[in-house]
């Protein structure tokens, strides 16, 4: 599929399971981000990606791990999880310099930790 | 820091009623602000932006002026319709900000026939 994909679509876990978001793009965008999405909070970036091999924290990146060893994938991973990390989790890519500044985002994984 | 405010929700309107949603920000420099929107069950899409002071971004109805007297950034519809229901989302991305954004909490819109 063209465009930026998320899977699972939604997850119930446990309380200290490992959980792996998944995200691809098919753009071959330079940067990529993780967000999560509460009430009362908009979107929080959690990490973010400006290439292959080179990630950094964004403004909430506790009790979350990436890795980027493919420009088109992005995965998230909740090392134990935890009733806190339930949430609304999106992926989003984009291009520097193509004059937009715009970044496309994904539909989105409803994440719930039980 | 960089931080976003938008008027708390939800906004209710009539079909056809004019819409402000307020946005107003704190950033150093000169920022890039943005107006995203989110179809239920959708992710967010780009719906206008600005880059610098006193440009006004529009798209599909909607517009917006970057006001830095002000701070602001408030998006405005003169006719709403029913399929304009959505929560919208102010973001701003810091000068030098290497594409991050920043958002508002968010603001729902529901319009009614």
């Known amino acids: 599929d063209a465009g930026i994909t998320q899977s699972p679509r939604y997850k119930i876990t446990e309380t200290g399971r490992q959980v792996t978001l998944m995200c691809h793009q098919t753009?071959?965008?330079?940067?990529m981000f993780w967000y999560r999405q509460d009430l009362g909070h908009g979107l929080r970036l959690i990490y973010y990606s400006a290439a292959a091999d080179i990630t950094d924290k964004g403004e909430v990146p506790d009790g979350y791990v990436v890795s980027r060893s493919k420009t088109e994938n992005f995965p998230l991973t909740l090392e134990s999880a935890t009733r806190s990390q339930t949430s609304v989790y999106f992926c989003?890519?984009?291009?520097?310099?193509?004059?937009?500044?715009?970044?496309?985002f994904g539909p989105g994984t409803r994440l719930t930790v039980l | 820091g960089n931080s976003v405010t938008q008027m708390e929700g939800p906004v209710t309107l009539s079909e056809e009623a004019f819409l402000t949603i307020n946005c107003t920000y704190t950033a150093t420099g000169y920022p890039s602000l943005f107006w995203y929107v989110q179809y239920p069950g959708e992710g967010l899409q780009l719906l206008l932006k600005a880059t610098k002071a006193d440009d006004k971004g529009s798209n599909k109805g909607f517009e917006a002026t970057y006001r830095k007297e002000t701070t602001s950034f408030h998006l405005e519809k003169g006719s709403v319709q029913v399929s304009d229901s959505a929560v919208y989302f102010c973001a701003l991305r810091p000068w030098g900000g290497y594409n991050k954004l920043i958002f508002g909490a968010g603001t729902r819109l529901a319009v009614h026939p």
């Open positions: 989003a890519s984009s291009e520097p310099g193509q004059g937009v500044d715009e970044q496309f």
């Open positions: 753009w071959s965008h330079s940067y």
